[in-house]
């Protein structure tokens, strides 16, 4: 007679118990926020029958705050239900992405999500709410992605001055590798920017012990293969510093680290990683290799003097630090 539980049963229970955990969250969070649309449009209704009704709106919410404060607690606040009316008046106009892509399912985020949007221009509250629905990012990660200026940062990393929507087309779809990479990178989550001096080991090590950061901040479709991985050939020893696959683009992403001013070696060198990756690593299925240098510095015009045109390798700064959103679009407007 079997005494024991298997290992296996405990293992598909807990998947199927902590899957419906996170569908009840989800629904409960959708409903919560559908139904916060529709007092909004309650609200706004009520506000439009006349142009004096219109007149003391504030005192309706006052006491339309106490009454439903009364049956159903906290959460009714002026201040709340103010961001309800303000969230209709947004998310009803056809214009917004949840109006656009969501047609069966407008509302895919928190609440918290949802208020913090609402402090964006259109742009990018409909970039942000995209990326934070396809991405699953947390309140907290949202926050971060619009701190460390993403939006702009896509635009700065084309190093032309496009249509800024474009820009972010690509980005949500990429179809090509530059539509993946970033310029700069910001590795505030790192630490160890109030270090006077670090080795490239040290950069590289705290990437690993941060990887999941790292990763976000890589962008869509990443997965990491490896650190130091080697290869050989005429008797020496190669190592790329770091090694992933992008999904999206079926194909290897190399990224070597200097904590220098990028020089010409440092571009032929991974022209060289690139290039053995290409031969004798990928499938002919994949698409070709990209390699990516994150340097502390580089100069541009060197960078496209020493690489042929249409390659896939790339040079891009990584800052220690949260840049301001205004030294960002001081970039912009200099492009």
């Given amino acids: 007679m079997r005494n024991h539980i298997d290992k296996n049963l405990i293992s598909q229970i807990k ?3 902590a899957t419906a955990r996170n569908q009840i969250v989800q629904t409960v969070n959708t409903t919560m926020v559908s139904t916060y649309f529709e007092i909004g449009r309650l609200i706004v209704e009520d506000e439009q029958k006349g142009k004096e009704r219109a007149e003391y709106g504030a005192e309706i919410l006052k006491n339309l705050s106490k009454e439903l404060a009364k049956e159903f607690g906290k959460g009714f606040s002026v201040q709340n239900l103010e961001r309800m009316r303000l969230f209709y008046n947004i998310y009803s106009k056809s214009s917004t992405v ?14 918290s999500h949802y208020i913090f949007l609402l402090k964006l221009d259109e742009k990018e509250r409909n ?4 990326e934070s629905d396809q991405n699953h990012w947390s309140l907290r990660e949202l926050k971060r992605q619009f701190d460390s200026g993403l939006f702009e940062r896509i635009f700065l990393s084309d190093n032309k001055k496009n249509v800024l929507t474009d820009n972010i087309a690509k980005y949500h779809s990429p179809q090509n590798p530059q ?4 310029d700069p990178y ?20 705290a990437i690993i012990n941060k990887l999941e950061h790292f990763l976000l901040e890589l962008g869509k479709g990443f997965a990491f293969i490896g650190r130091q991985l080697r290869f050989t050939f005429d008797e020496e020893h190669f190592f790329v510093d770091l090694v992933f696959y992008n999904r999206l683009l079926k194909c290897f992403v190399l990224i070597d680290l200097k904590i220098g001013k990028l020089k010409h070696q440092d571009l032929g060198q991974m ?7 290409d031969r004798f690593v990928k499938s002919e299925e994949e698409n070709p ?4 240098i994150l340097c502390k510095d580089k100069n541009d015009t060197l960078v496209e003097i020493t690489l042929p045109k249409n390659n896939n390798i790339f040079a891009s700064k990584y800052k220690l630090y949260l840049p301001t959103k205004e030294e960002l679009k001081a970039q912009i407007e200099n492009l």
């Fill in 15 to 17: 998947i199927l118990l």
């Fill in 98 to 111: 949840s109006g656009i892509l969501k047609k069966d399912q407008k509302f895919t985020l928190s609440w």
């Fill in 127 to 130: 970039f942000y709410e995209v």
């Fill in 179 to 182: 539509d993946i990479v970033k």
């Fill in 186 to 205: 910001v590795l505030e989550f790192l630490g160890i920017e109030s270090k006077s001096q670090y080795s490239e080991s040290d950069l590289e090590q």
């Fill in 271 to 277: 022209q060289m990683y690139v290039n053995y990756y």
């Fill in 289 to 292: 290799t990209v390699g990516i």
